[in-house]
């Protein structure tokens, strides 16, 4: 049974930052590249950041202005999202995902099918 739990989620005031932790079982990790997006209350679930199998290429959406890093830990089965310098707007639940695709690239983060979805963590930014 593939499992995906976020952590690290919380209430932060703007300028601060956060690290979200996402721990895969059930799965070979390498062979999944993994993503964050977010869901802010009354809108879509949005891409936030993406990273390939390997970690060798990430991709962000625009809207982070060079505020998060993806990263990740094969040995560890964990992807991470280090979050710096908050805004309110950044508040939402966060849900890592995972696509089956050891070698390649994910041409459209955004839509791409993934295969797997975490519960989510919330993130609350306060002004």
């Known amino acids: 049974q593939v499992q995906l739990v976020e952590s690290g989620g919380g209430l932060v005031q703007a300028g601060g930052s956060l690290r979200l932790s996402c721990t895969a079982s059930g799965l070979t990790f390498t062979n999944y590249a993994m993503a964050w997006f977010r869901q802010a209350p009354g809108k879509e679930r949005r891409f936030v950041a993406g990273i390939t199998a390997s970690g060798g290429s990430t991709h962000y959406a625009d809207s982070n202005n060079g505020r998060f890093t993806i990263s990740r830990d094969n040995a560890k089965n964990t992807l991470y999202l280090q979050m710096n310098i908050l805004i309110p707007d950044d508040t939402a639940i966060y849900y890592c995902?995972?696509?089956?695709?050891?070698?390649?690239?994910?041409?459209?983060?955004?839509?791409?099918?993934?295969?797997?979805w975490g519960q989510g963590t919330q993130v609350t930014v306060s002004s």
């Open positions: 995902a995972a696509d089956y695709r050891p070698y390649g690239v994910v041409h459209s983060w955004g839509t791409n099918p993934f295969d797997y």
